[in-house]
């Protein structure tokens, strides 16, 4: 085991063997294995989005051992999915690349301005699985963001007694926010924190802007001072605050876009200190040849 992976599992002492295991597992997979970053391929957009809007402009990616072989043969760390689509390639694909059942979704059917997520699947549907981690989102500025909290106690409490990992989409939104402030820097390194003190011990947060929520808050980041101009200092901020660095951070590829603006993202994760990307659509929503080449180097950028 790597020095750099050896120091990351010290920060979760109060976890079980089990749960330390299958943290290493992630962090000594694909091709970024013993570097302490990681890329996630995670594919849940079909219930967030629909199929079509998913998988519409690269048909072959409608059926889940698309995503599976996708993942492995790119050396991603870990595939990331409902449990439709997870069921639907287990068997198959078991033991060639750590898996992730995300336990909540959230459809496009009904545009409500307080989202709250369904869960579909639980703890032993993980276990039974085989997989490493469970994923569960939040919605910190949604009103209904108490009973998520809540709701997610008990699950990452269930999910640390059974080993395994316990990952959190932690993504600002609701009546409480105006849509430039779900990205705000201010908003993004709260949500990346308040997901810290839920239990998580991987956080995903989409990339910050440099634009700040609330005023209060701004008065300190002004006050202090606290650099924000470049998307290296905003990613330095949100892993300083979850635990000054001490838990994992990883960043969303967020809305399609080219390659070099999925790069040079890349590159200020890793020079912001980040540990990495779970990025889905920017890859699985381009014929395979170009997903496979541009996660190739988004790998090579992190390192």
Not at 69 to 80: I, K, M, T, W
Not at 118 to 145: F, K
Request: proline content about 5%.
């Amino acid at each position: 085991m790597s020095g750099r992976v050896s120091e990351i599992l010290s920060w979760y002492g109060s976890d079980n063997p089990g749960t330390l295991t299958n943290l290493s597992r992630l962090l000594n997979a694909g091709k970024l294995a013993g570097t302490g970053r990681m890329v996630i391929l995670p594919v849940d957009q079909g219930f967030e989005h629909g199929p079509a809007r998913s998988f519409g402009m690269n048909p072959p990616a409608y059926d889940p051992h698309y995503h599976f072989r996708l993942a492995v043969e790119s050396g991603c760390n870990a595939y990331a999915a409902p449990m439709g689509f997870l069921e639907a390639g287990a068997r198959d694909f078991a033991g060639q690349i750590p898996t992730i059942l995300k336990l909540n979704s959230h459809d496009v059917l009904n545009d409500e301005k307080d989202p709250l997520q369904a869960i579909h699947g639980s703890v032993e549907d993980a276990l039974r699985l085989g997989c490493v981690a469970i994923g569960y989102t939040i919605y910190p500025g949604s009103s209904n963001r108490f009973d998520m909290y809540d709701r997610l106690r008990g699950i990452i409490a269930d999910a640390k007694k059974a080993g395994l990992v316990a990952i959190v989409w932690s993504y600002p939104r609701g009546s409480a926010l105006s849509k430039a402030g779900e990205t705000a820097l201010d908003v993004t390194a709260y949500a990346a924190h308040i997901a810290a003190e839920l239990g998580a011990h991987i956080i995903k947060v989409k990339l910050p802007t440099d634009f700040l929520e609330q005023p209060e808050a701004k008065k300190v980041y002004e006050q202090e001072k606290i650099p924000r101009a470049t998307l290296t200092e905003r990613v330095r901020h949100v892993v300083q605050a979850t635990f000054a660095g001490r838990r994992i951070v990883i960043f969303s590829g967020g809305a399609t876009k080219g390659d070099e603006g999925v790069l040079d993202e890349a590159r200020a994760i890793r020079e912001g200190g980040g540990f990495g990307s779970i990025i889905g659509r920017n890859c699985f929503q381009r014929p395979e040849p170009q997903a496979k080449k541009l996660l190739a180097a988004m790998m090579e950028a992190l390192k």
